[in-house]
């Protein structure tokens, strides 16, 4: 049984920094993309920044230059660095997981291609 498992989270002011974990259990994870999305109460879950097996990354606008996204593939481990927060930032944030084998022809941007999420972890950005 995969797991995804988010940590890190917590309340900053506005200008701190905080680094999210992914711990994945249960699956071959060097072989998948992860990606961290976001998600505030009535609107869809956004796509913040994703890395592949190799470690290319990509990011969303509004994150770009301010996150990074990272993993370790010996420790199965994903992390989200989060530099110069904004309130902005505050919302519930996700790591998920796509397995290639289930391809559905999106991009690692498409929500609909990830196959595991975690629970979810709050940040709370204050001015």
């Known amino acids: 049984q995969v797991q995804l498992v988010e940590s890190g989270g917590g309340s900053v002011q506005a200008g701190d920094s905080l680094r999210l974990s992914c711990a994945v259990s249960?699956?071959?994870?060097?072989?998948?993309?992860m990606a961290w999305f976001r998600q505030t109460p009535g609107m869809l879950r956004e796509f913040v920044a994703g890395?592949?097996?190799?470690?290319?990354?990509v990011y969303s606008d509004s994150v770009k230059g301010r996150f990074a996204i990272s993993r370790d593939n010996a420790n199965n481990m994903m992390y989200l660095q989060m530099n110069t927060l904004k309130p902005e930032d505050t919302t519930v944030y996700f790591c998920?997981?796509?397995?290639?084998?289930?391809?559905?022809?999106?991009?690692?941007?498409?929500?609909?291609?990830?196959?595991?999420w975690g629970q979810g972890i709050r940040i709370t950005v204050s001015d």
């Open positions: 890395i592949i097996p190799s470690g290319t990354t």
């Open positions: 998920a997981a796509d397995d290639p084998r289930t391809y559905l022809g999106g991009t690692i941007y498409s929500r609909d291609e990830y196959d595991y």
């Open positions: 249960g699956g071959a994870f060097s072989r998948w993309t």
